[in-house]
Nanobody, 117 residues
């Protein structure tokens, strides 16, 4: 069983920065892609950023140039560095591990990010 634990959310003013972390249990972390999603009130969950096991990254258009996803396979941890935050970035952010072989998604409990104007 895989467990994902996010941390690093909080309240920040527009233009500020936060770094989210997601620590994964188990041995499958390093061979599977990791993603960050977010869900704002009244909206569907959306993909924010992803990183493959080899380190290739992709981003949702609205966060390109502001957010950076990275991973440390020695610590079983994925990060999301968020700079130049905007009020529209306010959401609950979820960490996701997609286990390729079994096609199973694992989710963290979510961490709240609130950006004030």
């Amino acid at each position: 069983q895989v467990q994902l634990v996010e941390s690093g959310g909080g309240l920040v003013q527009a233009g500020g920065s936060l770094r989210l972390s997601c620590a994964a249990s188990g041995s499958i972390f390093r061979v599977n892609p990791m993603r960050w999603y977010r869900q704002a009130p009244g909206k569907q969950r959306e993909l924010v950023a992803g990183i493959t096991s080899g380190g290739s990254t992709n981003y949702e258009d609205s966060v390109k140039g502001r957010f950076t996803i990275s991973r440390d396979n020695t610590k079983n941890t994925v990060y999301l560095q968020m700079n130049s935050l905007k009020p529209e970035d306010t959401a609950v952010y979820y960490c996701n591990l997609y286990r390729v072989l079994s096609r199973i998604d694992y989710w963290g409990q979510g961490t709240q990010v609130t950006v004030s104007s």
